[in-house]
């Protein structure tokens, strides 16, 4: 049975995407569950010895404290059910680059936007953007802007799975006035 999420969940879980780690869904109860890429090859070189019947002279995974051995049955989970985890889209799918220039272009401002826009282009363009935004005063436009762009990419990664989801005040499903 599939659970109704909460967008702001996963707008919350798209802003704190990163490198080492994967989200997941777990349609039967909403929850975002984290794996780091650390526990995940962890359940794969554990699944593959099953697979081949390879038995471990030493077992590392049980030498391991409680909170790694259980993020490692969690990758374990996630890797033999097809059907109940569903990947979130990370940082390669959310292009934040692409979203500071979307803000740039389209600040009303067209001196700052101009000023933004080139400050973005070359190495260190996320620092020298952040350092801009305060400087200009114009922070809070871009974590508004920044927060719309997630709930759109939400939105649209929720659809294209088929899940239902609402919104804060449970007023909507899924886009439905209920």
């Known amino acids: ?3 109704t999420v909460k967008l ?3 707008i919350d879980a798209l802003d704190t995407a990163g490198d080492e780690l994967q989200q997941y869904l777990d349609k039967r109860t909403g929850e975002i569950v984290l794996v780091t890429n650390e526990e995940m090859e962890e359940a794969e070189d554990a699944s593959l010895g099953d697979e081949f019947g390879v038995e471990a002279e030493d077992e590392p995974i049980l030498e391991l ?7 490692i049955a969690k990758a374990s989970e996630i890797l033999n059910s097809d059907e ?4 979130l ?4 799918d959310i292009h934040e680059y692409r979203i500071m220039e979307d803000f740039c ?3 009303d401002n067209r001196r700052v936007g101009d000023e933004l826009h080139r400050l973005i282009k070359g190495s260190g ?3 020298r953007f952040k350092n801009a935004i305060n400087s200009m005063g114009v922070e809070d436009a871009w974590y508004e802007f920044r927060r719309m762009e997630f709930e759109r990419i939400a939105i649209e990664w929720l659809e294209n799975e088929g899940i239902l989801y609402t919104r804060e005040d449970a007023t909507e499903v899924s886009g439905e006035t209920m």
């Open 1 to 3: 049975m599939s659970s």
């Open 8 to 10: 702001n969940d996963i």
């Open 65 to 71: 404290p409680d909170w790694q051995r259980e993020g």
């Open 84 to 87: 109940h985890f569903v990947a």
């Open 89 to 92: 889209p990370d940082q390669s």
């Open 105 to 107: 272009l389209s600040y």
């Open 125 to 127: 363009a996320f620092r």
